[in-house]
């Protein structure tokens, strides 16, 4: 690995693995407020409303559809499903995935195990990680959420932290 994707790495708060859709992505941990069980919150008739949210408090937080974002089909969903609350310029969105693989801590070994490919035209992902024999696609939740926003930035069930 060159020293630009080493840097990129080691300013990771951490690294964490999951599934959609049966394929492998990662993601920084810096941007992640919480991860959360949908069973556990109760909210079907939210998550499968024509603009899927949860309720979190007083908050309402946009749900963002990774299957369609990345052209995949849906599954049924499982006791594995979590929820990622995400937080990025004072936004809050949140994101469905399959299951949790790991989360790992990013120390000097790990990284020096890992090799990354970055992507120049694919939207929506910064390259391939592989770890521990698996490819795992590096989610830009930065650019999903930018170009996320902009289609429903006027709706009411954006929050930023300044109005909690």
Known sequence: MNEKDISLLENFKGLLTFKINGEYFCSDMANIV?????????QEENINSASPHINLGV??????????IFGLNSKPRSEDDRILVIEINNQFLCFLVDKICNIYSL??????????????RIIH???ILKLKKKNLFLLDFNSIASSELKKVNGESFIRNKSEE
Not at 108 to 117: L, P, Q, T
Request: hydrophobic content about 40%; overall charge negative.
């Open 107 to 120: 120390d000097k070994d790990i990284i020096s195990e890992m090799e990354f490919e970055p992507f120049q």
């Open 34 to 42: 919480e991860i959360i069980n949908p069973t556990e919150l109760n």
């Open 125 to 127: 992902l910064s390259g």
């Open 59 to 68: 908050v309402k937080i946009a749900m963002i559809d990774l299957y369609k």
